[in-house]
């Protein structure tokens, strides 16, 4: 079964291996529309960190799964409304793109009884405010109110490659922006970026964090 996911996740960090990064690389398996099963099956062979875009499957999945020691991974957009929800189960949240979500996760009752969780700052590297993600200009007021949240810690910037341009020349941009984060919080030198068609570009723009998904999970079942 040479195809099987674990298969495909060790040919994969051999890959990476190849590639010789100069500092440490988290690679995240991204599981949207895959069974718990697929994620049991990785971690069996001592895979940790996990990445879902959407609620309430990332929960259910995180849920089923509590037995395990994972790390899980929130990539996909936040809605206001259900972020503290995601934050019950997300280690680390990758989409903050506004200070409207910062003050929804600061809220409501017990606050102080909540774990803090590993924020990342979302920028949008397109023109279209559809896309997800902070405009630039508005970066580095987004990521000092996330540096001073009670229920965030600010760790870095995540964002997705534009379809209709050079992933490089992106996260090319990306690492600028990551610098004026670093700027305004020192320790938040993570960035998330790089997907299964371009985490070699990523990677060569100092990306810390790759989210890789059909890679080394196969194509996502129907509907994905
Ligand atoms: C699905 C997804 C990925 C993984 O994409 P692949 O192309 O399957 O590797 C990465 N990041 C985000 C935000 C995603 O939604």
Known sequence: MTDAPAARLAAFLEQLEGERPARGVTVIVVTK???AALVR???AVGHRDFGENRHPEARD???EL???DL???YVGQLQRKKARQVASYADVLHSIDSTDLVDALEGGEHPHDRPVRDALVQVNLTDDPGRGGVAPAGLDALAERVAASSALRLRGVMAVAPL???PAAAFERLARFAERVRAIEPSADWISAGMSADWREALQHGATHLRIGTAITGNRPAGG
Do not use: M, S, V, Y
């Open 33 to 35: 529309f895959h069974p």
């Open 71 to 73: 790390t899980w991974h």
């Open 41 to 43: 099956e990785l971690a």
């Open 61 to 63: 999945k995180a849920a």
């Open 66 to 68: 509590a037995d395990l």
């Open 164 to 166: 209709d341009e050079a």
